[in-house]
């Protein structure tokens, strides 16, 4: 079992940036493949982000993509995503999930998710 904790949310203005961190405890030794989700209120959950174990193999959604970097420190046990030119509709709560195996952008493929952390962007 892998326990993900999320933070680094908060307010911020339209075109600034943010950090966001997940720290993994528990079952941390064996390869697995990180994402970032975020949900909006209404909305469903969706894929903004993943890396796969080694850190070299990243995926985007389109709406992220050049603006967010996700990236992993396998040493900490730590997972980043780091966004840059913030939108209003990137405000969401934003989730760090883990699975065991290659790449998904579907939430249901991942079971272990944070407590979320939220995001607001202000015009």
């Known amino acids: 079992q892998v326990q993900l904790v999320e933070s680094g949310g908060g307010l911020v203005q339209a075109g600034g940036s943010l950090r966001l961190s997940c720290a993994a405890s528990g079952r941390t030794d064996s390869g697995y493949t990180m994402g970032w989700f975020r949900q909006a209120p209404g909305k469903e959950r969706e894929f903004v982000a993943g890396i796969g174990w080694s850190g070299y193999t990243t995926f985007y959604e389109d709406f992220v993509q050049g603006r967010f970097t996700i990236s992993r420190d396998n040493a900490k046990n730590m997972v980043y995503l780091q966004m840059n030119s913030l939108k209003p509709e990137d405000t969401a709560v934003y989730y760090c999930?883990?699975?065991?195996?290659?790449?998904?952008?579907?939430?249901?493929?991942?079971?272990?998710w944070g407590q979320g952390t939220q995001v607001t962007v202000s015009s």
């Open positions: 999930a883990a699975r065991f195996g290659s790449y998904s952008s579907r939430p249901t493929d991942f079971h272990a």
